[in-house]
């Protein structure tokens, strides 16, 4: 069992790459630690002839963003049937696409914001929506190319019309939902617990907030109403099964508290391969339910197969 080879696959050419290397990184030592034969793979775009060679046991999938979490990878490892960890080809790359996300996750009752596709370049003389909102590549993941228009901006953001925009032209408009980012782990269909995330010095949880070392502050179990807390668990696990997820998902909320009760609780969206760096959320909440992060990649690993 713990003798199997693991290929852990990180790195990439990414906006992504640092923190799937440090992602990459932890989890080959502690899968090292637990006792498997780990090789550490720097991914590139010959992964199939690399992994060919390797014939390992199973592909430990540490790979963040396009490629590494939108189905490519996974379609690789199932016609090279070679087990691997995390959510399969059609849950990735529904997961990866936010507004196919909200779609499917609409249809499965769990509630999503007002959202619409623009193009950057038709959007720069007049609002797609009444602010505030946000706008993000449909593709991307750890907050890369988000902006957010405030209530008192005239015109949305000069920017999009730069002619070095370094994101895709489509993108995703969302109604702004002001209150707490809260996110809760699934793991094998079993919620793992809700953390309320407090972005330090930063307007949102944008990249610094999420990966360096002080960004934010996670408060874990998150302060809020008993009931509140189970309808996100529910809801993230409910999220998990609707998008077909498999292994270990992160879904991420945003709860406008009112006292009243009448606040918004929304779901922003589904990681399939949600972040294992020292900092990450996931981690911390396999150890609030009592699991080391060592035996959380163990089970990982144990987790992996083909046709996810």
Same mark, same amino acid.
């Given at each position: 069992?713990?003798?199997?080879?693991?290929?852990?696959?990180?790195?990439?050419?990414?906006?992504?790459?640092?923190?799937?290397?440090?992602?990459?990184?932890?989890?080959?030592?502690?899968?090292?630690?637990?006792?498997?034969?780990?090789?550490?793979?720097?991914?590139?775009?010959?992964?199939?002839?690399?992994?060919?060679?390797?014939?390992?046991?199973?592909?430990?999938?540490?790979?963040?963003?396009?490629?590494?979490?939108?189905?490519?990878?996974?379609?690789?490892?199932?016609?090279?049937?070679?087990?691997?960890?995390?959510?399969?080809?059609?849950?990735?790359?529904?997961?990866?696409?936010?507004?196919?996300?909200?779609?499917?996750?609409?249809?499965?009752?769990?509630?999503?914001?007002?959202?619409?596709?623009?193009?950057?370049?038709?959007?720069?003389?007049?609002?797609?929506?009444?602010?505030?909102?946000?706008?993000?590549?449909?593709?991307?993941?750890?907050?890369?190319?988000?902006?957010?228009?405030?209530?008192?901006?005239?015109?949305?953001?000069?920017?999009?019309?730069?002619?070095?925009?370094?994101?895709?032209?489509?993108?995703?408009?969302?109604?702004?939902?002001?209150?707490?980012?809260? +996110?809760? @782990? =699934?793991?094998?269909?079993? #919620? %793992? /617990?809700?953390?309320?995330?407090?972005?330090?010095?930063?307007? &949102?949880?944008?990249?610094?907030?999420?990966?360096?070392?002080?960004?934010?502050?996670?408060?874990?179990?998150?302060?809020?109403?008993?009931?509140?807390?189970?309808?996100?668990? +529910?809801? @993230? =696990?409910?999220?998990?099964? #609707? %998008? /077909?997820?498999?292994?270990?998902?992160?879904?991420?909320?945003? &709860?406008?508290?009112?006292?009243?009760?009448?606040?918004?609780?929304?779901?922003?969206?589904?990681?399939?391969?949600?972040?294992?760096?020292?900092?990450?959320?996931?981690?911390?909440?396999? @150890?609030?339910?009592?699991?080391?992060?060592?035996?959380?990649?163990?089970?990982?690993?144990?987790?992996?197969?083909?046709?996810?």
């Amino acid at each position: 069992m713990a003798s199997k080879h693991v290929a852990v696959l990180m790195g990439g050419w990414v906006n992504e790459r640092p923190v799937s290397l440090a992602s990459g990184k932890g989890c080959a030592d502690a899968l090292e630690e637990a006792g498997y034969r780990v090789t550490r793979v720097d991914v590139d775009r010959n992964i199939s002839a690399v992994l060919k060679d390797l014939k390992p046991d199973v592909v430990f999938n540490a790979l963040h963003g396009p490629f590494g979490e939108d189905g490519c990878v996974q379609g690789i490892l199932e016609v090279l049937n070679i087990p691997y960890t995390h959510s399969g080809v059609l849950a990735s790359s529904l997961a990866m696409n936010k507004v196919k996300a909200k779609a499917v996750m609409n249809a499965a009752g769990i509630p999503v914001t007002e959202h619409l596709v623009v193009n950057r370049r038709e959007i720069t003389r007049e609002h797609p929506m009444k602010p505030p909102y946000v706008l993000k590549p449909i593709n991307e993941g750890s907050s890369f190319g988000v902006l957010i228009v405030k209530e008192d901006q005239e015109f949305p953001p000069q920017e999009l019309a730069r002619e070095d925009w370094p994101y895709p032209d489509v993108l995703m408009c969302e109604k702004f939902i002001s209150g707490r980012e809260l +996110t809760c @782990a =699934v793991m094998d269909d079993t #919620a %793992l /617990g809700v953390i309320d995330i407090v972005p330090l010095g930063h307007g &949102f949880y944008d990249y610094d907030a999420k990966y360096a070392q002080g960004g934010s502050k996670h408060i874990l179990p998150a302060k809020i109403s008993p009931i509140v807390y189970q309808t996100i668990e +529910t809801l @993230a =696990v409910k999220a998990h099964q #609707a %998008l /077909g997820c498999r292994g270990v998902s992160r879904a991420d909320f945003r &709860f406008d508290e009112k006292e009243d009760g009448s606040g918004e609780l929304i779901c922003l969206e589904v990681n399939t391969q949600p972040g294992m760096t020292p900092t990450s959320l996931v981690p911390e909440m396999a @150890a609030h339910k009592g699991m080391s992060f060592k035996d959380l990649v163990s089970w990982m690993v144990e987790d992996a197969s083909c046709c996810r």
